[in-house]
């Protein structure tokens, strides 16, 4: 019995010592979790204030590289990035960054460079929305430098795509009486590119009387905004455009690229057609124009829509200036047009032109090329040669050099 109860109390002993023994690292632990979280914040801290100095000191650098630069070219702005770009570009595109680009204490070069960063940054930490803001702001910003707004413009210019506050803020811009011209071509530039459906501003825009290239580029990218716009009267105004202009006018021109970009989509051809077809039907016997680049585009939307009646008045363009044809250029369109269309009617009229290569004045200046260059090889060496020969093998059916034959590949 005395034996047993000893056993017990031994166990007790035991018991209680081992709990105290465990006891005591826990405890220890438990007192220096604080002191460890304590410790994690100030490590937090420290890193944020060292990432704020490297911030600082990177902008410090940039600004007064900035402000030594004192020639505000374009090529001056690239070379100034080029000086810069180690800095910037381990610059985070965070929120410290849209704030330094709105600094007005900061030189004009160093916003723009640092909103540059902002469009081109692969990793961004800000919100989509700050950043068209950001565009926005500085666009809108009498006050900001022309060039700064200006890249503004052609930053807003992708998103104006898909984001309604990208559009917006360029047709605020393009309504604007006071923007300055240089300016304003910028923002006509990503309204062309992306549209909007302001279509009495841009037919405002459109009428300006050009008085610089300038002016000339505000009016036409105003057309292609046409082209863009979801505004059922945009395309009457493209239709009016193509009707008032002459053939191979840049305003001629522009409207018939943003018909063809519209007549590549089935559903939009349908309801083109009625209306489109005629006009390029006309287009094509267009014989005032030397270029020739209405009755290009013309060829080859219409080749776009099948419509065969064009054949006959495409193989025209084969024969001499004088049967009613067309010039050098016009022979190597037609050619492929003609191919592409599977037009059996034409190979005659195609193997004539080549035949009679050697002593069609149209191919003289040509002729002159190759010989001032030692090549001795015309007719057969000769570039357009080589390319009608290709065109009437594929329109026959032959195996033909797809290198020297741009259709289908590459019409509108």
Known sequence: MICRLERVFIEKIFSTILLLVLSVPLGYAASKTPNILKSSETLTNLEQQ????????????????????????????AELGSKTQNDIKDIDVDQDLLNAARDKSLDWKTRYL??????VGSTKKITK???????????SDTQEHNEVRKLAAQSLMEPARTEPKARAALAKA???????????????????????????????????????NNDIGINLNAVRALGQSKDPRALGMLFKILDESKPDSFFNV???????????????????RPMLAPRLLKLLDDRGSHIGASRQMAGRMLLRMRERKAIPQVIKWLKHKEEGGGYAGDVIWAADILAEFQAKEAIPEIQKVLDNFATDSRQVAAKRVMEAHGDHTFPKGAHDYIVIQECLKKLKGEPYDKKYVSLPWNYE
């Open 50 to 77: 060292q990432k704020a100095d490297r911030f600082r000191n990177r902008l410090q650098r940039i600004n007064s590289l900035a402000v030594s630069e004192k020639k505000e070219t374009q090529e001056d702005l």
């Open 114 to 119: 640092l909103i540059e960063h902002v469009n």
């Open 129 to 139: 929305d700050k950043e068209l803001t950001l565009y926005s702001d500085a666009l």
């Open 174 to 212: 393009a309504k604007d009486k006071t923007m300055p011209a240089d300016v304003l071509w910028s923002v006509m530039v990503s309204v062309g590119s992306s549209g909007i459906d302001d279509v009495d501003t841009l037919t405002g825009l459109m009428n300006r009387e050009p008085k610089t």
């Open 254 to 272: 522009t409207a018939l690229e943003q018909l063809g970009w519209m007549n590549k989509d089935p559903e939009k051809q349908k309801e083109l």
